[in-house]
């Protein structure tokens, strides 16, 4: 798919394991963060954010974990299934005057998920 | 509700050429950010439009434009287009109010040849 870089890490694990996917960020002064995942042919999809004044958020079988002293993200999918093979992207942002989330994302360089069977 | 949609998906042009990407956000949505995807450069942050005016704007030379019409649709142009510009060009959506996630279409595939 047009989505999946050349030099991508990739991450293997087997179906069933729990992943972890790791991010570092750039700017001290983001204080909002999200994570895609994009499968072959599509546009990113949201899994879940934070805000800085958290250290933690939980979803389905998703977990993102926050440590602003070192500037690091990661993803834990509890239960890896085939379907959550994908390229996963952690993304920075600074939130606006109104608390919304503003529209330039910075981007990490993505990790490829592939789940064996 | 309808997602973002991209017009076209696919498209091939030749150097020297100017090019022009569509995109329709999801309804209610004010806010419209393009980005372009290289293997090399991974995504990057074009522009972003909110109410027809740029808000935000990206490390990405003057051939790079965009507009966006009172309806929140928004496009997109490339002008001398150069072999690098050869990318996936995604646009995205969002509710500018907390909890707005970005939404994003499926890209339109440029080939530069």
């Known amino acids: 798919g047009e989505s999946v870089g050349l030099h991508l890490p990739t991450l293997s694990v087997q179906e069933g394991d729990n992943s972890i996917i790791n991010c570092a960020y750039s700017?001290?002064?983001?204080?909002?963060f999200i994570w895609y995942k994009q499968e072959s042919g599509k546009g990113p999809q949201f899994i879940i954010d934070?805000?800085?004044?958290?250290d933690k958020r939980q979803g389905q079988r998703v977990t993102v974990l926050l440590n602003k002293t070192v500037k690091h993200l990661s993803l834990q999918i509890a239960a890896t299934q085939p379907g959550d093979s994908a390229v996963y992207f952690c993304?920075?942002?600074?939130?606006?005057?109104?608390?919304?989330?503003?529209?330039?994302?910075?981007f990490g360089k993505g990790t490829k998920l592939s789940v064996k069977p | 509700k309808a997602g973002v949609t991209q017009t076209p998906r696919y498209l091939i042009k030749t150097r020297g050429q100017q090019v022009t990407l569509s995109c329709s956000p999801i309804?209610?949505?004010?806010?419209v950010s393009w980005y372009q995807q290289t293997p090399g450069q991974g995504l990057q942050f074009l522009f972003e439009y909110f109410s027809e005016t740029q808000r935000n704007k990206g490390n990405f030379p003057g051939r790079f434009s965009g507009r966006q019409f009172s309806n929140s649709r928004s496009e997109m142009n490339v002008s001398t287009l150069e072999l690098g510009d050869s990318a996936l060009y995604l646009c995205?959506?969002?509710?500018?109010?907390?909890?707005?996630?970005?939404?994003f279409g499926p890209g339109t595939r440029l080939t530069v040849t």
């Open positions: 993304a920075e942002n600074m939130l606006g005057g109104n608390g919304g989330s503003q529209g330039n994302l910075i």
């Open positions: 934070i805000r800085s004044n958290m």
């Open positions: 995205a959506s969002h509710f500018t109010g907390v909890g707005g996630e970005q939404y």
């Open positions: 309804s209610g949505h004010r806010s």
């Open positions: 700017n001290s002064a983001s204080d909002y």
